[in-house]
């Protein structure tokens, strides 16, 4: 079981920038993949960014260039840092680990890839 925690969203104005945060105990080290994923009510979770354990990241067209995926060196803690916000990036951020392997031809920014996933963090942009 991996837990995972979200912190780190809020309302910032548009062109500014937050970092979040996810922090995951519990059989950690079974995980291969770790992502942030974003969801407004309606649509489908998108696939931000994805970090594995050695530290290879892979980013969403929409995330390049603004958002940056890292970790800490015990690999407990992923960050999202998000640049230039706007207010289409408004929606619930979710922090997410895959410890399966993956699926043929399946996209690594796939929700359906990750099974364990924290509980959202709120990110609004507006003026």
């Known amino acids: 079981q991996v837990q995972l925690v979200e912190s780190g969203g809020g309302s910032v104005q548009p062109g500014g920038s937050l970092r979040l945060r996810c922090a995951a105990s519990?059989?950690?080290?079974?995980?291969?993949?770790m992502g942030w994923f974003r969801q407004v009510s309606g649509k489908e979770r998108e696939g931000l960014a994805v970090i594995s354990t050695d530290g290879i990241r892979v980013y969403a067209d929409s995330a390049k260039g603004r958002f940056t995926i890292s970790q800490d060196n015990a690999k407990t803690t992923v960050y999202l840092t998000m640049g230039v916000l706007q207010p289409e990036d408004s929606a619930v951020y979710y922090c997410a680990a895959k410890t399966t392997p993956r699926t043929r031809g399946s996209s690594l920014l796939s929700a359906g890839e990750y099974n364990y996933w924290g509980q959202g963090t709120q990110v609004t942009v507006s003026t």
């Open positions: 519990g059989d950690i080290y079974s995980s291969n993949y």
